[in-house]
T-cell receptor, first 114, second 111 residues
Framework: NAGVTQTPKFRILKIGQSMTLQCTQD?????MYWYRQDPGMGLKLIYY???????DKGEVPNGYNVSRSTTEDFPLRLELAAPSQTSVYFC?????????????FGAGSRLTVL | DAKTTQPPSMDCAEGRAANLPCNHS???????VYWYRQIHSQGPQYIIH???NNETNEMASLIITEDRKSSTLILPHATLRDTAVYYC????????????FGKGTLLTVNP
């Protein structure tokens, strides 16, 4: 049981390049989330998904796209990378029932755009 | 989710109890209170949650006031490894899936 796995851990992009951050979970969680965290700042929600085929925007979705074709995977795509997207990206998942909703986070992907 | 207010920073001596407050005065009856922490550059880690009653686990205790408008996370014997940003948030089940976080409290445990 690996929990939430993110790849890559580190990446340097040039302005205008595109890339996909991968996130996979093996806990059969139905909810998945992408957050970004700028240096010294808190977590900002980018996108979330409540199940395969269903995604929605969070607080800061501009410049990103997501898809959820399976329960396990929730990739985050950056199109036309900009220096403002330099950040640490965290993926999280949870299982939503009638009670509590506890998030399990991945270790993060550190992205630098130069 | 209720808006939460936490002090931006706190200090604690090693071996002493750390008491981290959180105000959530607009909390509704079915909203849980959750605490997470983030040690430098790592992914946030779940600590504890509760609805009405006080809760304790191997990491911490959670005290929720009777009116549920505030709570306190207690680390009974803080160690240097407890230095981290601690986030308090609330959430009910149902259809609100947009889980956001505030700025949290930076707890510094001093030797």
């Amino acid at each position: 049981n690996a929990g939430v796995t993110q790849t890559p851990k580190f990446r340097i992009l040039k302005i205008g390049q595109s890339m996909t951050l991968q996130c996979t979970q093996d806990m059969n969680h139905n909810y998945m989330y992408w957050y970004r965290q700028d240096p010294g700042m808190g977590l900002k929600l980018i996108y979330y998904s409540v199940g395969a085929g269903i995604t929605d925007k969070g607080e800061v979705p501009n410049g990103y796209n997501v898809s959820r074709s399976t329960t396990e995977d929730f990739p985050l795509r950056l199109e036309l990378a900009a220096p403002s997207q330099t950040s640490v990206y965290f993926c999280a998942s949870s299982i939503q029932g009638t009670g509590a909703n506890v998030l399990t986070f991945g270790a993060g992907s550190r992205l630098t755009v130069l | 989710d209720a808006k939460t207010t936490q002090p931006p920073s706190m200090d604690c001596a090693e071996g002493r109890a750390a008491n981290l407050p959180c105000n959530h005065s607009t909390i509704s009856g079915n909203e849980y209170v959750y605490w997470y922490r983030q040690i430098h550059s790592q992914g946030p880690q779940y600590i504890i949650h509760g609805l009405k009653n006080n809760e304790t686990n191997e990491m911490a205790s959670l005290i929720i006031t009777e009116d549920r408008k505030s709570s306190t996370l207690i680390l009974p014997h803080a160690t240097l490894r407890d230095t981290a940003v601690y986030y308090c948030r609330t959430h009910s089940g149902g259809s609100n899936y947009k889980l956001t976080f505030g700025k949290g409290t930076l707890l510094t445990v001093n030797p």
